[in-house]
């Protein structure tokens, strides 16, 4: 099983940057796609960025030239460089990956339990 570990939230005002970190720890065979999700009060959780083994990148339209997602696969942990941060991109944001435990059998989804980002105007 996986186990992801997140941390970097916090309270900002609109202009400032954070960084977002995802640690993944377990047994496992291979992490595949990494990504974060955010979700604010009252919505549906919503993509924010993704990240393939590849370094391939997929990004919500309303953060991208803001964002920029990467991953250090040497310790499992992918991050979210969040520039220039808006008042709309007040959520809680959750990581997550789809990862093999082996090569023979499909693979699963993890979760992180999510951490808060919030910004004032």
């Known amino acids: 099983q996986v186990q992801l570990a997140e941390s970097g939230g916090g309270s900002v005002q609109a202009g400032d940057s954070l960084k977002l970190s995802c640690a993944a720890s377990?047994?496992?065979?291979?992490?595949?796609?990494l990504g974060w999700y955010r979700q604010a009060p009252g919505e549906q959780r919503q993509l924010v960025a993704t990240?393939?083994?590849?370094?391939?990148?997929n990004y919500a339209a309303s953060v991208k030239g803001r964002f920029t997602i990467f991953r250090e696969t040497a310790k499992n942990t992918v991050y979210l460089q969040m520039n220039n941060l808006k008042p709309d991109d007040t959520a809680v944001y959750y990581c997550?990956?789809?990862?093999?435990?082996?090569?023979?059998?499909?693979?699963?989804?993890?979760w992180g339990q999510g951490t808060q980002v919030t910004v004032s105007s």
């Open positions: 997550l990956t789809d990862w093999l435990k082996s090569p023979l059998v499909p693979q699963s989804r993890t």
């Open positions: 377990g047994r496992f065979f291979r992490l595949n796609i």
């Open positions: 990240i393939t083994p590849t370094g391939i990148t």
